[in-house]
């Protein structure tokens, strides 16, 4: 019998987030880390800037970060799992690259990366591999020896992850008015990415409409909806919607929107809805806003009665499932048996990205897959 605390050969894990503003002076600069070179248009920017300014300036997402940090700490140190975890972020401190210059100084040779989005596609996943790559390259160039760092496989399906969402998804049933709350509708809410980032999101043998992006969400909206089901006898109807759209209007986006969505249902007569943030693994800004404000202000507007639920964020289940996904890895790094722990009809995603997954439209060199430019 294997040690199951046993993370050989990884001796560290790295969490990997977006990154996001502090404090009101921070929100430009970062609006301009996240947008470099992507061709989002000016009026949008300042929006959105607009939506962080309505919160002081301050990202929920680094607090939410911190707490996924104590909450994973804390379940591993509760479960003998005797492995160091780091953070680094994307668009604001801390850096990536400063967190592996960290890593490298402390001796951390085999480097296990969390990113805080459970699905295939470029920003959620490609993106960050290119993030890695370019950081590995400013180490390599200040003449460090580098990590080898892999990624943990998409966690969208795992029970620790699906779980806290359901019972967020009841909460919010059991939280409306009795007399709508049979008829309450299900609307899965995930950011949108442009049509051709779907169609093209996972390994090439399943790019096609929607993509990976597109079947993975569909796969936790059922799961989530068959689970409530059973839960409270009634066959709650259910729509993937999409949120948070930021592209030029002539380029075509995941849709239908929420608002529009939410439109869509009161004039259909539905009585209630519930939306269901599966996109975001905390409550990141575009759920404060874009569901919270926005969406909220439009259901308000229509006196449609509507609830939030909750994302999975700190949950003990999903720092649960976390040391779960690294125990897996490290045995499957180590040559042993395994079998994922995974709900659905998917199955388990791969645990190396192939070469042509969620490919960028001009192609970098990204890290912790087939295509990678490190060992
Ligand atoms: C799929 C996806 C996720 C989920 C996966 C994951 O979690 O990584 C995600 C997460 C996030 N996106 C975030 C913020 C922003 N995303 C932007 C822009 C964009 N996002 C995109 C997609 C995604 N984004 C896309 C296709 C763009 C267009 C430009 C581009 O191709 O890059 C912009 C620019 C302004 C705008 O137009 O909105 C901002 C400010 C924050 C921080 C929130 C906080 O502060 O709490 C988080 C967690
Ligand atoms: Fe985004």
């Not at 300014?53 to 591993?76: E, H, M, T, W």
């Not at 897996?328 to 042993?336: P, Q, S």
Request: proline share 8%.
């Amino acid at each position: 019998m294997p040690d199951v605390r046993d993370a050989t050969p990884y001796d560290a894990l790295l969490l990997l987030s977006f990154g996001g503003p502090e404090g009101p002076d921070d929100v430009i600069p970062f609006l301009e880390n996240v947008t470099r070179g992507r061709g989002i248009p000016k009026e949008r920017l300042k929006e959105v800037g607009e939506h962080y300014f309505l919160f002081g300036g301050v990202s929920p997402i680094n607090d939410q970060n911190r707490a996924l940090l104590d909450a994973l700490r804390k379940d591993f140190a509760e479960h003998g799992l005797d492995l160091p975890i780091y953070w680094g972020n994307r668009n604001w401190a801390p850096y990536l690259t400063d967190t592996l210059r960290e890593m490298v100084a402390d001796g951390r040779r085999r480097i296990l990366v969390l990113a805080t989005s459970a699905y295939a596609s470029y920003s959620g996943c490609r993106q960050y591999r290119e993030n890695l790559a370019d950081s590995l390259a400013a180490l390599e160039a200040e003449g460090l020896e580098l990590p080898k760092v892999d990624k943990l496989r998409h966690y969208f399906n795992h029970p620790g992850f699906l779980e806290p969402m359901i019972d967020g998804v009841l909460a919010s049933l059991a939280d409306l008015p009795e007399d709508v709350r049979e008829g309450a509708h299900i609307a899965f809410s995930t950011h949108s990415i442009p049509n051709a980032s779907a169609d093209t999101s996972g390994p090439v043998e399943d790019h096609g409409e929607g993509g990976a992006y597109v079947e993975q969400h569909l796969d936790v909206a059922q799961l989530i909806a068959d689970a409530v089901r059973e839960r409270t006898g009634v066959d709650h109807p259910w729509r993937l919607v999409y949120q948070s759209r930021s592209g030029a209007p002539h380029i075509p986006w995941l849709e239908p929107d929420i608002c529009d969505h939410i439109e869509e249902r009161h004039a259909a007569g539905v009585p209630a809805v519930v939306i269901s943030p599966i996109g975001f693994v905390s409550d990141h800004m575009e759920v404060l806003y874009d569901l919270d404000t926005e969406a909220k202000a439009k259901a308000e507007e229509l006196g449609l009665p509507m609830r939030r639920s909750a994302t999975v964020g700190d949950d003990p289940r999903f720092a649960a499932a976390i040391r779960d996904l690294v125990l897996e890895r490290a045995a499957v790094e180590r040559a042993e048996e395994v079998t994922p722990c995974v709900l659905g009809g998917l199955g388990a995603s791969h645990n190396l990205c192939p070469v042509g997954c969620c490919p960028a439209r001009a192609p970098r060199p990204a890290a912790a897959g087939a295509d990678s430019p490190y060992a």
